[in-house]
């Protein structure tokens, strides 16, 4: 398990009842958890903890709404390391930033930073790539980033994070695609990339409304993403929140990846509070890495 802990501004309090309790920017927020299934932490009772400035209603991550005694500072930034973050509510539970994936920026970072044997550049592809954390850390790295989302709003956003990180002159390119309709396209044209991240969700529609079916589609996208790879990749990273994959398919993504040689790790990402020293399991990581 992986537990980042170089946050600024970003704290998981506790968890526990079906939510989390979390401190951004210095605001207490109270969110639906479905992964927190066990009761408050002993001595660490709902009474015992901050009160919450801030709560997303309901216990699913759509479908409620936000109360606020105290709303976030705005502009409301959060950090880690050199990268800095733009932290709004949406229309989901979320806030913009999954702190717990830190731990495979640290990761990329490495595997790119390394790759000292290489004269020509590094290309790394972000699909679903959201708010642009892992993009962002593979620009600041080196790495030329095609950025990839089907919502815009999502791609300014990765935008606006980049400038404020000071990546505003950085070679990220913004794509608002399919993620899979982009990455057939790239295959079509022969563009090939030496790292590929991809963050699906479980469900979702692309720009021009096709249904995404993590269950479904999974396979089809780990099969165009090694033929997207170029000759000598460096990584290939999936990650899945899912809790309908079983293992079943947790064993086809492995021997997918395998089929690349290199190595395959599955990393366990999580978080741990402050205050109940509970860890919150945030979803798996499938991590192939290949020689530089």
Known sequence: MHHPQEWQGYELIASGDGQRLERWSGRVILRP??????????????????AWEGRYSGDRATGGTWNWRQP???PC?????ELSFLIRPTNSKHLGLFPEQSANWDWMRTLI??????NSEIRVLNLFGYTGGASL??????????????VKAMVGWCSENARISGLSEAPIRYIVEDALT????????????????????????GKGGELWKLSEHLPFLLDSAQEALSDHPLFLLLNTYSESLDDIAQSMIAKRLSRLGGSVEIVRLSLIGTQDNQPLHCGLSHRWSGTP
């Open 137 to 150: 850390a593979a620009a600041a790295a080196g790495a030329s980033v095609t950025h990839v989302d089907a």
């Open 113 to 118: 930073k390394n790759c000292k044997s290489r």
């Open 33 to 50: 958890e479905s992964t927190a299934l066990w009761p408050w932490g002993p001595g660490k009772e709902s009474s015992s903890l901050p």
């Open 182 to 205: 982009f990455l057939q396209r790239e295959i079509r044209r022969g563009n090939h990339y030496d790292g590929i991240i991809m963050d699906p969700p479980s469900f979702g529609r």
């Open 72 to 74: 976030l500072p705005d």
């Open 77 to 81: 930034t959060v950090s880690y390391g």
